[in-house]
């Protein structure tokens, strides 16, 4: 379970920058 949970925290902060990089290119 532990192991699950790190690669969630993974993802959700790969996706937390991919946003913010897609955000910097719109403006």
Known sequence: MKLIKGIREKVNQNQF???????????
């Open 17 to 27: 920058e991919f946003s913010k990089h897609a955000s910097d290119r719109m403006i």
